[in-house]
C-alpha cells in the first residue's frame, strides 16, 4: 500500500523540480555591450537542469562546447550555424562554450552549474587569440563563485 504512495510522491518531486528549472537565453551578436563578436551574455550562473538557449540573433554564429572545459560525465554539444540550439545542463561544473568560427577573436562564453568543480582543468586549458583575454575575466568570475 506504500509503494504507490512513494511512486506518487516522487513523480510529483520530478515534475516539480522539472516546473522549477530555468531557461537561460545566450545570445550570438555580430556587436554587443563588450563588443564584436559576443555571446550575451557572456557568464551564466545556472542551476543543475536548468536549459541554455543559444540564439542567433546575427548570422554566422554556433553555440558548441569546448575539449577539456566541461565537467566529467557531461555531454559535448555543437549546434549549427545560424539555429537556435537548447542545451539541457545536469552535471555541476563549468562548461566553456564558442563560436567556431569566431573562437579567436573572443566569442566564447562560460556557464557554471552548481558549483564549479572542474574550475581548475577548465583554466589550465590553452586559449587562442582574444579568447584567452576573455576567458580570464570569465574564469575569475566563476573563482568568486567557487568561494562563496
Same mark, same amino acid.
Given at each position: ?42 557568464? /551564466? ?7 541554455? @538557449?543559444? &540564439?542567433?540573433?546575427? !548570422?554566422?554564429?554556433? =553555440? *558548441? ?51 564549479? /568543480? ?7 586549458? @590553452?586559449? &587562442?587569440?582574444?579568447? !584567452?583575454?576573455?576567458? =580570464? *575575466? ?11
Amino acid at each position: 500500500m506504500k509503494l504507490p504512495l512513494i511512486a506518487a510522491a516522487i513523480a510529483l518531486l520530478s515534475v516539480t523540480g522539472a516546473a522549477n528549472a530555468e531557461e537561460h537565453v545566450v545570445q550570438m551578436l555580430n556587436k554587443g555591450e563588450k563588443g564584436s563578436m559576443v555571446f550575451q551574455p557572456a557568464f /551564466v550562473r545556472a542551476a543543475p537542469g536548468d536549459t541554455i @538557449k543559444f &540564439v542567433p540573433t546575427d !548570422k554566422s554564429h554556433n =553555440a *558548441e562546447s569546448i575539449k577539456d572545459m566541461i565537467p566529467d560525465g557531461a555531454q559535448p554539444f555543437k549546434g549549427k550555424f545560424n539555429e537556435e540550439v537548447d542545451v539541457t545542463l545536469t552535471q555541476e561544473g563549468v562548461y566553456g562554450v564558442k563560436c567556431a568560427p569566431h573562437y579567436g577573436m573572443g566569442m566564447v562564453a562560460l556557464i557554471v552549474v552548481g558549483k564549479p /568543480v572542474n574550475l581548475s582543468a577548465a583554466e589550465a586549458v @590553452k586559449q &587562442v587569440g582574444k579568447a !584567452k583575454t576573455v576567458f =580570464a *575575466e570569465l574564469l575569475a568570475e566563476a573563482s568568486k563563485v567557487a568561494s562563496n
